[in-house]
């Protein structure tokens, strides 16, 4: 069953820590993004990676960091240095020919 | 500044009307065009995709037109029915093929 996977669909977490969200795809896509969405608002590009062991800064990049170690995994890491991190993370992949880009199920990230 | 505009911010109907919802973009160069449908804590999931040569595409009860001219695209829903109850995204992308997203428009179905 291809597709792209996040983990867990809901965390909690308290001021001060970081935290990592998982993102899988199966699709053997080259390229990968993390979006951020808050209510009322479009999607916001966090980290992109169109190959493995490269990725580049997003429009908001800052408080947040990522790895791309392997073609499949993308994590994403909001540290502490996150101002509002409470918010919607989309995890998506895409073909690099035809840039259709699947999305995941998404995390929704509460931090208290 | 690469934009997408989506008109109307929210838009209620009643099932089985049709619906038009419209999306003005200024992105250059162009790649493509795609139509989104976000169920609330969902996940975005593609309804439509258009290139530079395509005018309208269809998928089912939706329908997408494109006018690369103008910069103009929409999306016509037929027959709605209560699960079109959603929010419609329109993303373009452009040549460093990083796509810009619009804010969407929530649709909601009532019986």
């Known amino acids: 069953d291809g597709g792209i996977t996040q983990s867990p669909k809901y965390l909690f977490r308290k001021e001060g820590q970081n935290v990592t969200l998982s993102c899988e795809q199966n699709l053997n896509h080259d390229a990968m993004y993390w979006y951020r969405q808050d209510p009322g608002q479009g999607l916001r590009l966090i980290y992109y990676?169109?190959?493995?062991?490269?990725?580049q800064k997003g429009d908001i990049a800052e408080g947040y960091s990522v790895s791309r170690e392997k073609k499949e995994s993308f994590p994403l890491t909001v540290t502490s240095a996150q101002k509002n991190p409470t918010a919607f993370y989309l995890c998506?992949?895409?073909?690099?020919?035809?840039?259709?880009?699947?999305f995941g199920p998404g995390t929704r990230l509460t931090v208290t | 500044k690469n934009q997408v505009e989506q008109s109307p911010q929210s838009l209620i109907i009643l099932e089985g009307k049709n619906c038009t919802l419209q999306c003005n973009y200024t992105v250059s160069p162009f790649s493509n065009l795609r139509w989104y449908k976000q169920d609330t804590g969902r996940g975005p999931v593609s309804l439509t995709i258009?290139?530079?040569?395509?005018n309208t595409k269809s998928n089912g009860r939706y329908t997408a037109t494109l006018d690369a001219d103008t910069k103009q695209s929409s999306l016509h829903i037929t027959a709605s029915q209560l699960s079109d109850s959603a929010s419609y995204i329109c993303?373009?992308?452009?040549?460093?093929?990083?796509?810009?997203f619009g804010r969407g428009t929530s649709l909601i179905v009532h019986p």
């Open positions: 990676s169109q190959i493995v062991n490269d990725f």
């Open positions: 998506a992949s895409a073909d690099r020919g035809r840039y259709e880009q699947y």
């Open positions: 993303v373009v992308t452009g040549g460093s093929y990083i796509p810009t």
């Open positions: 258009m290139t530079f040569s395509e």
